[in-house]
């Protein structure tokens, strides 16, 4: 299958599991931090700075390490494939060439006030 067929069946949001699909751990033990260190600066449009402490790093709503059950994790978002097509692309060719696991989110989060970085949790 090649890449832009690939791009297409990736659900809108997803985990991304820090285990390969043959059931290893992935390394290093900070590659999440690392990944969304990468795709901090992708932000809504008209996004505000307001909120955000510029002397220190702070992860893209469309991108960012998290824990589910205990688990080392990355969200992701495809709204970030609207600001930058070629993270998209980085996204899944990380995702691919490191052969990962990731799972569909449960629940569906929307961006309702970009300049505050407001969301909306809905379950879907």
């Not at 390394?27 to 992708?42: H, I, K, N, T």
């Not at 220190?56 to 994790?73: F, I, M, T």
Request: contains cysteine.
């Amino acid at each position: 299958m090649n890449l832009i067929n690939l791009l297409k069946n990736y659900p809108d949001q997803f985990y991304i599991f820090g285990k390969t699909v043959g059931g290893k751990k992935f390394r290093p033990s900070d590659w999440a931090e690392r990944f969304c260190g990468v795709l901090s600066s992708y932000r809504p449009e008209n996004a505000s700075n307001s909120n955000l402490n510029l002397r220190s790093l702070s992860y893209s709503p469309y991108a960012h390490p998290q824990n589910l059950n205990g688990e080392k994790v990355v969200f992701i978002s495809r709204e970030i494939e609207k600001i930058e097509p070629l993270a998209w692309k980085f996204i899944i060719s990380f995702i691919n060439d490191n052969k990962l696991t990731f799972a569909e989110k449960e629940f569906k989060v929307e961006i309702t006030d970009s300049k505050d970085l407001k969301v909306n949790i809905r379950r879907v």
